[in-house]
């Protein structure tokens, strides 16, 4: 079983629709949890942090769930520029684990 | 924000031959720094943990031989995959940690090898 799943996709939805990425994580001892989003041939960059009480940034919300061990991230008014790889992130033992991603293809 | 460099960005060489990349942490310093590769469609898979002024950590499955780091200096660490091979061609990403906060890592824009 790997240690981060998530469904690959991928999810093509139009501009103006909310999205919803799911994440489980099997190391109950994880300590942070994050998501990156990737673009196409370039590096992982930091969208936003994941805590247990649920935290907005925008148009983008992450809640934690460590009694299920479940991450999810839930992306309102989608913009064409939201294309990308969504990457569900935990650190264990002071590692970062990656997800293999989701695609999202957002169309006009 | 935090910036991190590879060079070179992209490299296609002979199978056989030895390729160096470097990893620069720009306007920080990092006793920490990791190297991950990415197959097509999958996820990055670390490599290895390199800690200024001692050997590497490597992964399991990951041959310390073959993918050899150095770490001399707080803001450089190299990767050289030694007689690369088709299969090794790969996408590496580095990333550093700043050594004043304990989580926070940045990214490198990574180095695309392809091994003929």
């Known amino acids: 079983r790997k240690e981060v799943e998530q469904d690959p996709g991928p999810f093509n939805v139009p501009e103006g629709a909310t999205v919803a990425f799911n994440c489980t994580y099997s190391?109950?001892?994880?300590?942070?949890f994050f998501w990156y989003r990737q673009d196409c041939r370039k590096e992982p960059k930091l969208l936003m942090s994941v805590y247990s009480s649920g935290n907005e940034d925008g148009r983008f919300t992450a809640q934690l769930n460590r009694a299920s061990q479940y991450i999810s991230l839930l992306i309102r008014d989608s913009k064409l520029s939201d294309s990308a790889t969504y990457l569900c992130v935990v650190r264990s033992a002071d590692k970062l684990i990656f997800g293999t991603g989701t695609r999202l293809q957002v169309f006009p | 924000g935090a910036v991190v460099s590879q060079h070179p960005s992209r490299v296609i060489c002979k199978s056989g031959t030895s390729v160096k990349i470097e990893c620069r942490s720009l306007?920080?310093?990092?006793?920490?720094m990791f190297w991950y590769r990415q197959f097509p469609k999958q996820s990055l898979m670390l490599m290895a943990t390199s800690n200024e002024g001692s050997k590497a950590t490597y992964e399991q499955g990951v041959e310390k031989d073959k993918f050899l780091i150095n770490h001399a200096s707080l803001t450089l660490s190299t990767l050289t995959v030694t007689s690369a091979h088709p299969e090794d061609s790969s996408f590496y990403i580095c990333?550093?940690?700043?050594?004043?906060?304990?989580?926070?890592?940045?990214f490198g824009p990574g180095t695309r090898l392809l091994v003929l």
């Open positions: 306007d920080f310093q990092a006793t920490t």
């Open positions: 190391n109950s001892a994880s300590q942070s």
């Open positions: 990333s550093a940690r700043d050594s004043r906060g304990r989580e926070t890592q940045y």
